[in-house]
């Protein structure tokens, strides 16, 4: 699919983006018909009803999904959304995602993606916790900790994790290491809750450096302020970088001066979940998040939705580098316009790759029943990606390549090759 003749508003497909991503890559590497089809194909996909009864005592039907698509390196693993958008095409996208994304760390997993056609804003916790319960036992044997390991992704957090744990373990025994991203107290790893965070801030600084971008006093604009955008504007603001413009669902805020990234983090963890990001913020210019976008900012962090950045706006971004926090936010069409722009991108494959990472080092701490230090997580993650980000970077200076080319290039060979390797 030529990814510029995408409509990327409101009839927005992921699949068109990844499947381009994904095409270049083959032919870049080289690859038959036979395995190019094996590569975008899934593995397998599950849809299933999930009928709850509301508190009102009305009935309502809502869709699970499951989309594992690659295992060759290893069991299947990616998150589970809770989102209104959650449906076939974007949980093959961002399972193909996660297939990348693992094979690029090099951690021994595939990539799956899931979730659930819900808002999970408009249920309560007892019927999320239902919702969830129900999720599994539909996805019965299908799951497990060598089969298909699940985690958090937007609208999901710690709290699903384990309900999702407790619903596995109550027909297969105690089985921690089905599901990562779990509370620290029921077999979580400690540094996971904010690891995504953590590895968008340290790739944006080796990126800033390559790019010769000092990220002392840089400006910094993130869109979405959940568990990546927020734990970015943290770590970005401890290394001394301006948070000038943050948003969530209903808009966003901007302040020229920068935003006290902690006092607004406290505030939210403190009962203002349900209070605008301009409320949290307390003072600044109300913006949209499409004005987020576009304005002149040193370092542009997209850390929600995917397809934000698109043939239509992608000329207008002013900022000087792109780091990916949330997965697929820009469109394979609008990623050949910002390229000849000059400014660079850094994938979401390589970027947020911090997340999929300590939940690879929490499954091998449930597998060993051994808890690692904070200490160890931290480093051990820091090497991980600073490994993929310096052969990414080699690999696109060496061959003339944009970071997501390069990236794509260096993971769909390690797939490719782990297939050919296994046999037919
Ligand atoms: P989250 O639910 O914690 O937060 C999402 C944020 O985005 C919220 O602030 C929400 O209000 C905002 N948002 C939702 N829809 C929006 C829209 N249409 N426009 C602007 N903002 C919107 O989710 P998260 O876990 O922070 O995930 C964010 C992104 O990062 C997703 O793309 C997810 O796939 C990706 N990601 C998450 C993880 C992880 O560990 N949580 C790991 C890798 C990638």
Known sequence: MDGKTLKPTKD?????????YLAQALRRIGASEAMKHLLQASYREVKFELPLVRKDGSLAVFHGYRVQHNHSRGPFKGGIRYHPSVNWEHSHALASVMTWKTALMDIPFGGAKGGIDCDPAMLSSSELETLTKRFIAKLGPLVGPDQDILAPDMGTNAQTMAWLYDAYSQGQGDE????????VGLGGSYGRAEATGRGVAMVAAWAAQAEKLNLTGATVAIQGFGNVGSCAARFLAQRGAKVVAISDVRGGVYSGDGFDIETIIHSKEAGGKSASILELAGRGEAISNEELLTLGVDLLIPAAVGGV??????????????VEGGNLPTTCGAAE??????IPVVPDILANAGGVTVSYFEWAQNLQRYRWERETVQQRLEKTLKEAWDNVQKKAEEESLSYREAAYTIAVGRVKRAIELRGF
Do not use: M
């Not at 927005?12 to 381009?20: I, Q, T, V």
């Not at 950045?309 to 792109?322: F, G, S, W």
């Open 12 to 20: 927005y497909n992921p699949r068109w983006s990844a499947d381009s």
């Open 176 to 183: 921690p290491a089905v599901v990562t991203g779990k509370p």
């Open 309 to 322: 950045l698109h043939e239509n706006n992608a000329d207008q971004v002013k900022a000087r580098l792109i």
């Open 337 to 342: 316009i910002l390229r000849d722009r000059g």
